[in-house]
């Protein structure tokens, strides 16, 4: 048995031993991508290949820490019902021994093509960074061929997560990167054959006066309506009122790739999601000419080791699939429309009137549910609450036009909370609420908040409160169970 077959047979072994443990826990997600066991984190590889949608993800079995890291992967036809497939990559070459980190995927020559970050540790700890391809035929088993590119002069080691896309019959790349100086950057090469990569240079970054951070993560690069979208999570940003607040943060900017002169030329810097979980977006474009996003729910280091389900061997999920469109240089996200699939018959009440009270919705709130909300309140409204459970809390505050999610800290009994400002006011929200994460899609997707939670086992209560006058419609859906 060789080393990659070693890992893979090891990998296998771990699923087989805590199966049953795993699916135990009261915290499983029903609707979510999540980790056979183990840990999961970056979404990568996302692509539509003859007619499949295949989601690769960071994934190490052994642990619910990180480390060395497989590409794990699941496929679908709908978005909705994924199937888990054989593992893609194991870090068993020389150039990946201690992580596959993350990538892309692209169709090419009728091929499935994976590019990712091969990372490397030498007895002293010290890192070396190499990027990698593999190919596949029938998109289920892959081929590693080799290093690609290898770290170019004026970066460290932190240099990863290539995203490659075709542009005007040349192949392009950003990657993640830190500079000598360690400040955050994105890198881009050029190729006419996959193979051969010539580096441009930074098109974003210190070089342009964008500061953000000492590391730049899972660069993506897209086209929505007329506008180029970059897509990035930068490391090392200080908080900054309600901006800023997790650990790290994704977000984008809007402008335009200028491939002449290797420059993206955008907007400053927004963040794509205002919850307390979400990292390392990746997206696809589709047959229906749909861009599709994936994020992980988590980001890197918060309150990680906190999460209940490590005791059932299992950490962490996707968010659900998203559609995103570009309103007013603004990236706009809401739920793909496959996932009505799984909605069960509707629970409606109409023109529910509150004046400075509360309202308790008639029945449980199921752990799997959609719930939509819509508000039609007077100038007299000043605030209006939604209680969820035990443990959220959605705020809004119509003075200052902030919305905010209040949760159950993982660490204390205190709540914590994330919020934004709504320039128009809150008009609608749509929930989707799992066994262990809520995702809040704010005025048609204006606004977004994910994040996970882990409600008491009796709570399944709602209800809503007002100060001044508001009425609300609400339609509440149970969601089907895997």
């Known amino acids: 048995m060789n080393r990659d077959e070693e890992l893979r047979y090891k990998a296998y072994q771990e699923i087989e031993q805590h199966k049953d443990l795993v699916e135990s826990d009261p915290y499983r997600q029903h609707f979510h991508v999540m980790p056979p066991v183990g840990l999961l984190n970056d979404p990568n590889g996302f692509i539509q290949w003859q007619c499949t949608y295949h989601l690769f993800f960071q994934w190490l079995p052994f642990d619910t820490t990180h480390g060395a890291k497989f590409w794990g992967h699941y496929s679908s036809t709908d978005l909705v019902n994924w199937s888990l497939e054989p593992i893609a990559l194991a870090p068993s070459s020389w150039y990946d021994k201690n992580g596959c980190y993350s990538g892309s995927a692209i169709n090419h020559d009728g091929q499935l093509k994976l590019f990712y970050t091969g990372n490397v540790k030498d007895e002293h700890n010290n890192r070396e960074t190499y990027q990698c391809l593999a190919t596949s035929e029938d998109g289920i088993e892959f081929s590693k061929q080799g290093v690609v590119i290898e770290l170019p002069e004026g970066y460290t080691a932190h240099f990863r997560d290539p995203k490659v896309w075709e542009h005007e019959s040349c192949w392009y790349m950003v990657i ?61 940003l200080e908080a900054d009122g309600i901006l800023y607040n997790n650990t790290h943060q994704s977000g984008y900017m809007v402008g335009e790739m200028d491939y002449h002169h290797a420059r993206f030329n955008g907007s400053s810097f927004v963040e794509i999601d205002r919850g307390f979980d979400f990292y390392a977006p990746q997206t696809t474009l589709d047959d229906h000419g749909r861009r599709i996003m994936f994020g992980w729910m988590s980001v890197p280091g918060e309150q990680e080791a906190y999460h209940p389900t490590i005791n059932y061997n ?10 995103l469109q570009l309103y007013n240089d603004k990236v ?151």
């Open 176 to 236: 993640g990167a830190q500079t000598t100086e360690e400040k955050g950057c994105v890198v881009l090469f050029q190729s006419h054959d996959l193979e051969n990569w010539e580096c441009k240079g930074q098109i974003a970054g210190p070089t342009y006066g964008e500061n953000l951070g000492y590391m730049w993560e899972c660069p993506d690069m897209f086209v929505l309506g007329d506008k180029d979208v970059f897509l990035f999570s930068p490391q090392g």
């Open 314 to 323: 299992w950490i962490h999920c996707m968010t659900v699939p998203r559609e």
């Open 332 to 482: 706009y996200q809401t739920p793909v429309e496959e996932l009505k699939q799984l909605r069960e018959e509707p629970t409606t009440i109409a023109n529910i009137q509150l004046s400075d009270q509360q309202y308790v919705w008639p029945s449980q709130v199921d752990w799997s549910s959609e719930v939509e909300i819509n508000l039609n309140h007077s100038e007299e409204m000043t605030s209006f609450e939604l209680e969820l459970f035990d443990c959220i809390i959605l705020s809004y505050n119509q003075n200052s036009r902030e919305f905010s999610l209040y949760r159950n800290s993982l660490i204390t009994e205190e709540k914590e909370f994330r919020s934004c400002h709504l320039p128009s006011g809150l008009q609608n929200m749509r929930m989707f609420i799992d066994a262990s994460s809520i995702e809040v899609f704010v005025n048609n997707g204006e606004e977004v908040f994910s994040a996970r939670m882990f409600p008491s086992q009796t709570n399944q209560d709602m209800v809503i409160k007002s100060e001044g006058t508001v009425n609300v419609d609400i339609t509440t859906w149970t969601l089907k169970k895997e």
